[in-house]
Structure formats: C-alpha cells, structure tokens
C-alpha cells in the first residue's frame, strides 16, 4: 500500500509532458497543471492555428490563457524534493516490446541494463545494484542486456554450457564432456574464445587494410574523376574557341568573297552602262540624222538639196555590232564553282579529321574495362555493320541493305573506283571502328574469310599488300567447311574445334584486343590478338575466288 501510495504521489505531482517533476508549475483554464516552459512550448506550437488546447483533456481556449504560477503546487513539490520523492519513470525507461526487460521487476517491467551470465538473468539499474555491493556477485560476468541468455543452457542436462568441442564445433557443458563428448577434443569457452578473438583480430586487420587500401583507391578515383572533368571542360573550352574561329574564318573569307564579287559586279556594270550610254547617244544622232536626210530628201529646190547634202551625209564612225562579246549567264559562274569545290575539299578534310578526332575521344578510357563474360555481355557493345559498294569486287554482289554479300558467277558492270579490290575477292565497311564493338556474321558456303582492316590497304592488284592478312594493315579468319585458320601479315595459324556458320567478333580497340569466337547455343573463343591499333578499323569480308559461286556472308541484326 506504502509504494501504490508512493507511486500516486510520483504521478500527481508530475508533468504530462516532460514525465518529470513539476517545475515552475502553472495551471491552465481546465484545472491540469504542467511545467511553465513545457505548457509554453506547446502552445507556441499551436499559434499558428489561433486555437490552445490541453494536452490532457483537449479543451481548447481562445485567446491563449496568460500563465500564473501555482504557488501552491510549487510549494508542494519543493517539500517533496526535500524529502526525496524523485518523479516516476518516464515511458521510456519501461520495456518495450523490442527491449530485454528486468527479470526481477513486478508489475510493469523496467528496461535491463546488464544481463548476468552467472545468473542468467537481467536486470534493471535498481536490481543490479547488489551485483556491485555483495562480494560473491561481483564476480559474476556481466554482458550488455540479452534475450538469448536461455541459449547458454545446454538444452539435455540443463547445465549452463562453459565448455566448446572443438571436434564437433559446438558448445557444450561439463556432462557433455564426459558423456557423449568423451574423448573429443574439449576446451573452456573462455580458451575456445581467446583461440577465436585472435583469429577475429587477425580477420579485422585485414579487413582495416582492405578498408585503408579501398579508402585509398577511392581517393585516388575520386582525383581522377577531377582531373577528367578538369580536362573535358578545358578542351570543350579549347575546342569551342578552335571552331568558333574557324567559323569567324569561313565567315570572314565568305564577306570577302561577296565583297569582291560586288565590286565586280559594280565595275562589269559600270562598263556596260557607259557603253550602253555611248549607244544610245548615237542612237539618237542618227534618229536625228535620218530626219535631216527625209527632211532633205523632200526638197524641190535641187540648187538647195545639192547644197546641203554633203554636211548631211557626213556621219561619224560608229561601234561596230561585232564588238560587243555577251557570255549569257556565265557572268560568275566560275567563282560558284570555286566556291563548290572549296566546300567539299572542308567537306572531304571533316570528314577524315572527324575519324582522327573520333578515335582520339574514345582512346580516353581511364580504367581498362574485363572483356565481357557472356553473349548477353557481349552484345551491350554490338554494332551495326553496312559494307560499302565502292570497295566490292566486281564479282561480289551487295543485298539486303547492303549487309550481305554473295559470290557471282559473272562480271557486274560498276563504274570503276579508287577504293575497289580490284583483283581480290574482298569487300570493307562504311563505318570506321574505334572503341568497342561486337558483331556477328553469319556464312554460307566455305571459303568465307571475317576481317578487319586500316582504310589504307592497297586496292589495286594481287599482290599481298591488298589480300586480308598477308600483310600488316589486316587481320583474317578464314572459314572452310571442317577447320579454321588465322592470318595476318602472311603468317597462318591453324585453329582446332567444331565448325559453326556464325562468328563473332569483339574488338576493343584501345586496349588492342581483337577476338575471333564460334557463336552456336554458347561463345567458344577460336583465336585471341593482342596488339597496338593505329587507325580506326574496318570490317571486311573475303570469300575464296576457287569457291566464289554460291558462298555468301551476312551481318546478323543483333538489336
């Protein structure tokens, strides 16, 4: 009854907000107390509504009721304090329901602080003191509070377990050691654990000295991706300012361009018109000449007509018609043509720079990236592939958009071209490589060579210096019927294994990584080239002059 007594007293004199003893107590409108700054600091929160209320009952005041101290609960609690009454513990020191509570606690339980392992117990800050005060409790091992105290109970003898068996990895306690572990290689918990805290620090350092080297690599990316930002911008700074130059050039040439052919124009225009003008002035002379020689021609009096017709027929010397050279709309026909020419020679320049400047950005790749794993990796860099018509011999015929190419019986008629094989059965792509790329190509027939190449191989000929692989601009692998062989600068490497009639190939160019795989339900790898790319790349095809007739190869859609 004292501590239901005691308890009562805790919660009258207690604020509703803080949980804690009143101070500077103050009463509202409704009768319910609370501490001055609590009920101040709750309200201060409503303002913005215009209506206050109790936290406890809820009835709400307009305007906001001005706070008078309680001198009587004041006084109450400071006669309280005086005597030791202390306020009930807040909501938070009881135990929840993911909190280990006091196993020693009636009532509602307080949260533990310690769990014994002795004991098997846990315990509140109030019932863990005799833990601190009584001699044999002191050395009991305390741990952090746990719900798993029951787990140390060796659940066939009831015996806390104090001992490990290390043939069998598990804890046990002292009956287990005699009994089904007798003759097992036992030790103390404490020694299995000092075995174990060992190993633990050993595991930690290394895992610290990963963490410092990782913390080290990433210091070190982080640098990095600074100085690639630092770079880029410089150079889009760089190359903006090199273009909007060029541009200010171009525009500069063409104002002196339309300049000079206006001050042409002028002049060519000022000479016709002078001219133009001199004709006309004789035209009208001679309109006026003619009307004297009617006028005189009409005379009767030929004393009179004899008289006047020598000054009459006296005519100055006129411009004769011939000439006069008239060029009909070709007046500046040739600067267009100049004009012309110089844009598809910038056109021409762009275009090869373009490629140069192209390879250039993707040669920019900090970190070395694995070559891909699967198709599904490898198809993340596939590439759609065209062939160009202007390199095909002229026995090779290009079809479904121009992605295929067939062996003919006869000679095409194609107009002639400096980029064609001309003796070679073998035909490049329109697009240029750099970078990473994947594509497959699907053969028919036998004698079907893959190949990439430098746009600079020789064309015209046969000699090796045109044929893929027999020189130091091309790599090949030639597919037959039953083997594969590799060649490049006229050296050839024959090729084990089953033959599929799709081939894959990965480039990644900055890493010199050129390879060659058999594509049939899985990626068998058939030949690997390790090696330093010089210029961007093109795919090609050969097909063998002994099998041209009905074999083929086509660039399989891998989108």
Not at 41 to 51: H, L
Not at 374 to 397: G, H, M, Q, V, W
Not at 525 to 543: A, D, E, K, M, N
């Amino acid at each position: 009854m004292a501590q239901k007594g005691e308890q009562l007293d805790r919660e009258s004199f207690s604020c509703s907000i803080c949980l804690d003893l009143l101070k500077d107590p103050v009463t509202i409108p409704c009768g319910h107390s609370y501490c001055r700054n609590c009920i101040k600091g709750f309200w201060d929160g409503e303002d913005q509504k215009g209506i206050h209320s109790c936290p406890q009952c809820r009835k709400t005041f307009t305007p906001r009721p001005v706070l008078e101290k309680s001198t009587m609960l004041a006084d109450l609690v400071e006669q309280l304090k005086k005597t030791g009454l202390q306020a009930a513990p807040a909501d938070h020191c009881y135990a929840g329901a993911e909190d280990v509570a006091c196993d020693f606690c009636s009532g509602r339980k307080l949260k533990a602080i310690k769990s014994c392992l002795v004991c098997l117990a846990s315990y509140c800050e109030n019932h863990l003191q005799p833990h601190y005060d009584v001699a044999p409790l002191k050395k009991h091992k305390l741990v952090e509070p746990s719900k798993n105290l029951q787990e140390n109970i060796c659940s066939r003898h009831g015996e806390v377990m104090k001992m490990f068996c290390r043939s069998d990895q598990k804890s046990i306690c002292y009956l287990c050691s005699v009994d089904e572990h007798k003759g097992h290689d036992t030790v103390s918990a404490a020694a299995e654990r000092t075995e174990r805290q060992r190993e633990l620090e050993g595991s930690r350092q290394q895992i610290q000295q990963r963490v410092q080297d990782r913390e080290k690599d990433v210091k070190l990316l982080q640098q990095e991706v600074e100085a690639i930002n630092q770079s880029a911008d410089k150079t889009v700074e760089h190359s903006e300012k090199i273009f909007t130059e060029l541009i200010r050039l171009l525009q500069k040439r063409s104002s002196e361009v339309k300049q000079q052919i206006r001050s042409q124009q002028e002049t060519e225009v000022s000479r016709v018109k002078e001219l133009q003008e001199k004709l006309e002035q004789e035209i009208t002379e001679l309109k006026r000449k003619d009307a004297e020689l009617q006028q005189l021609s009409h005379t009767e009096d030929h004393i009179q007509f004899l008289q006047n017709c020598p000054s009459v027929s006296a005519l100055r010397e006129s411009t004769p018609s011939s000439s006069i050279k008239i060029r009909p709309l070709r007046h500046f026909e040739a600067v267009t043509a100049a004009v012309s020419e110089l844009r598809e020679k910038l056109q021409d320049i762009l275009r090869e720079e373009w490629t140069n400047i192209s390879l250039r950005v993707t040669e920019v790749d900090v970190l070395l990236s694995e070559p891909p794993k699967s198709r599904a990796d490898f198809l993340k860099y596939s590439c759609e592939i065209t062939l160009d018509p202007n390199t095909a011999y002229i026995y090779l015929l290009l079809s479904e958009g121009n992605r295929k190419v067939q062996g003919l019986k006869y000679r095409q008629s194609v107009s002639s071209h400096p980029d064609r094989f001309t003796e070679w059965c073998q035909v490049l792509s329109r697009e240029s490589l750099t970078g990473r790329c994947y594509w497959e190509v699907e053969r028919g027939g036998k004698g079907v060579g893959v190949a990439v190449a430098y746009k600079n191989i020789s064309r015209a000929g046969r000699g090796s210096e045109c044929a893929f692989g027999y020189n130091d601009k091309s790599w090949v692998l030639c597919c037959d019927s039953n083997s594969y062989t590799f060649w490049y600068n006229n050296i050839k490497t024959s090729i084990s294994g089953p033959v599929s009639s799709r081939v894959g190939v990965y480039l990644d160019h900055r890493a010199g990584i050129l390879s060659f795989y058999r594509v049939s339900g899985t990626m068998t790898l058939l030949h690997r080239v390790q090696t330093t790319f010089t210029q961007p790349l093109y795919v090609g095809i050969w097909i063998n002059n002994w099998s041209l007739y009905g074999s083929s190869a086509e660039f399989c859609k891998l989108k």
